[in-house]
């Protein structure tokens, strides 16, 4: 999994699947790992994800894609993340 449709912000990795529990930015394209099933949230789904760094969280399902991209992570655009 990737992450993806950010329009180049990126998309904050939670320490929960709750929108304010941010732990940090994953840029477009970072590869992710899932760790657990899908789980809903503040409203959204949420993938339960390791980063290849090994940061554990949780990023929104509409933020995600299945496809490879074949690109490597794009840099992130300030104030933009999702």
Known sequence: MWVANTDGGGVYLRNSPHDGDRAGVLA?????????????????????????DGMDGYVPEMYTTQTDPKAPPAPVVPDQAK
């Open 28 to 52: 477009e394209n970072t590869p992710l790992t899932v760790t657990g099933e899908l789980v809903e949230g503040d409203g959204n789904n949420w993938w339960p994800v390791r980063t290849q």
